[in-house]
Nanobody, 120 residues
Framework: QVQLLESGGGLVQAGGSLRLSCAAS????????MGWYRQVPGKQRELVAQ???????DYADFVKGRFTISRDNAKNRVDLQMNSLNVEDIAVYFC??????????????WGRGTQVTVSS
């Protein structure tokens, strides 16, 4: 089964930057869309940013101008550059991919999540 492996979370001071990376691994899969979601305890998981095969991007309003999503289709990898981080960005960030595996219908796959903490 396809796995999404995230890296790059951690602790940063307010105003600082972090870069998250996620790579998909497996056999015979084709990814349409990749993205990042985040979740805090007691709240629903919410979209941060996503990018389609052709490069079309979509950002949540609360990260526009601060975060940049990018993708390497050849490596099945998606990155999220996060700048000007603030305490409201504290969350577990999850990699997401909309993909088909072995010709099955497209569905969502999720990484295990990586913690982002911002100190004030």
């Amino acid at each position: 089964q396809v796995q999404l492996l995230e890296s790059g979370g951690g602790l940063v001071q307010a105003g600082g930057s972090l870069r998250l990376s996620c790579a998909a691994s497996g056999y015979e899969f084709n990814i349409n869309r990749m993205g990042w979601y985040r979740q805090v305890p007691g709240k629903q998981r919410e979209l941060v940013a996503q990018i389609e095969n052709g490069g079309k991007t979509d950002y949540a309003d609360f990260v526009k101008g601060r975060f940049t999503i990018s993708r390497d289709n050849a490596k099945n990898r998606v990155d999220l550059q996060m700048n000007s981080l603030n305490v409201e960005d504290i969350a577990v960030y999850f990699c997401n991919a909309w993909l088909t595996e072995f010709g099955t219908p497209y569905r969502n796959y999720w990484g295990r999540g990586t913690q982002v903490t911002v100190s004030s």
